[in-house]
């Protein structure tokens, strides 16, 4: 495995011994002075673009195998903008897409309060400093990569404190079988 080329980069190699990260550096630098990329930068990278579309991917592809860790974190920064970005609207994007537009109806069923310890919402607050979260019991939430695979049924989601839920996700990591709702104390 090549590394990038430049001063304490640990990177690895995307194209011409530079990492991903210093090779659009690069680029920039080098084409800096383009007049036509002055004046219409993204007219010029939509043609750019156009001619080029199996490069373009093919780089893109080189980026993303190299670092991948780089660009999950360039990731978790863009949604977190657009959520923010959400919320200022009044639009709950986090019901919708995580939870299937549930989560209010899992708050009610629930009492609003954790089904693991007991605790409720405003208490929830004054320990953790966060709202009661919930809890997909499958394991077929957030992270499930195809949208057709999440399960957001109501049967299968549960109310409960942060310590809990942590708790949940760390017997999951370790090999244990998922409890059921029935199982969780109501």
């Keep these: 495995m090549k590394t990038c080329t430049s001063i304490d980069c640990e990177l690895k190699v995307a194209a011409k011994d530079l990492c991903w990260k210093h090779y659009n550096s690069f680029l920039y630098h080098k084409n800096k002075n383009?007049?036509?990329?002055?004046?219409?930068?993204?007219?010029?990278?939509?043609?750019?673009?156009?001619?080029?579309?199996?490069?373009?991917?093919?780089?893109?592809?080189?980026?993303?195998?190299?670092?991948?860790?780089?660009?999950?974190?360039?990731?978790?920064?863009?949604?977190?903008?657009?959520?923010?970005?959400?919320?200022?609207?009044?639009?709950?994007v986090d019901d919708k897409y995580l939870f299937g537009g549930n989560k209010q109806l899992i708050y009610d069923r629930d009492n609003n309060s954790c089904q693991d310890c007991g605790l409720n919402q405003q208490g929830s607050l004054e320990q953790f400093g966060q709202m009661l979260g919930i809890h997909h019991i499958d394991g077929k939430g957030y992270g499930t990569k195809k949208k057709k695979e999440k399960n957001n049924n109501p049967p299968n989601l549960v109310t409960l404190c942060s310590i809990d839920h942590t708790k949940e996700h760390s017997r999951i990591r370790a090999g244990k079988t998922p409890r059921t709702l029935e199982s969780y104390k109501a």
Excluded at 39 to 44: E, F, I, V
Excluded at 54 to 81: D, F, G
């Design 34 to 92: 383009n007049p036509f990329t002055k004046l219409n930068k993204s007219l010029a990278s939509k043609r750019y673009y156009e001619k080029n579309k199996a490069h373009v991917l093919e780089l893109q592809k080189i980026r993303r195998e190299a670092n991948p860790e780089l660009l999950r974190a360039r990731v978790r920064e863009s949604q977190r903008k657009l959520r923010k970005k959400y919320r200022e609207r009044g639009i709950n």
